[in-house]
């Protein structure tokens, strides 16, 4: 089409200039538009040195040989804790991760960041159950399922967010008067409890964010 042929003019051009340098994902590279190049660099993550390093900074030395014999054990592991996010989120719920096995995969991985992070922000809400507030013994103590249903309004105010910021030009920060508008989106067609969460979620150390929220009426 008529705009790629501009595109392609426009990057030829932009590649005839004395001093060019280019980033890509490897797959995203045209290599035939290229003339010589002088240096190429490709970023390629930690090496097991460097992995054994990270871990022996943020863990424990007893759950650095846990850590280290597991990956050992887990090929799939192996093969992603070269990326400093992903070992990261392995170190960050390791105390959280079954030890029969089950998490051999970066989604398994990050569904256990995102368990933790909902037990703890269960606590920071003083979640109840049966009209008592949850302690933090008994928030770490309930099943996955127990934490979903638990934390059910909560994921729904954030998928909201997150399709907002989408249809928002991939927005993926909120100011306080991005994240007003949302809650009062929220807020008009939501339950009295609902909008009691909503308020509560606003609490400091929650969005890091003190927003009073308006009542309808």
């Known amino acids: 089409c008529d ?42 993550g930690f090496s097991q040195q460097n992995v054994s390093e990270f871990l022996a900074k943020v863990l424990e030395p007893e759950a650095v040989r846990a850590v280290q014999d597991f990956i050992q054990q887990t090929p799939l592991i192996q093969g992603i804790v070269n990326i400093p996010v992903q070992l990261d989120v392995l170190c960050f719920g390791w105390d959280s991760l079954p030890r029969g096995g089950q998490v051999k995969t970066v989604t398994g991985l990050y569904q256990m960041m995102v368990q933790k992070l909902w037990r703890k922000d269960a606590f920071q809400l003083k979640k109840t159950a049966g009209g008592k507030v949850l302690t933090e013994t008994h928030i770490n103590k309930m099943s996955h399922e127990e934490i979903d249903g638990l934390m059910t309004t909560e994921s729904q105010h954030l998928g909201y967010l997150a399709f907002k910021g989408l249809k928002n030009k991939h927005q993926i920060e909120f100011d306080e008067t991005a994240l007003l508008s949302a809650f009062r989106d929220l807020i008009d067609h939501a339950t009295d409890k609902d909008r009691l969460l909503t308020s509560q979620l606003l609490e400091p150390g929650i969005y890091k964010s003190n927003i009073h929220i308006p009542q309808p009426g």
């Open 3 to 44: 705009e790629g042929i501009a595109l392609r003019s426009f990057l030829e051009t932009l590649l005839n200039q004395q001093h060019v340098v280019i980033t890509s994902r490897p797959s995203g590279l045209d290599r035939s538009l290229l003339p010589s190049i002088d240096l190429e660099l490709e970023t390629v």
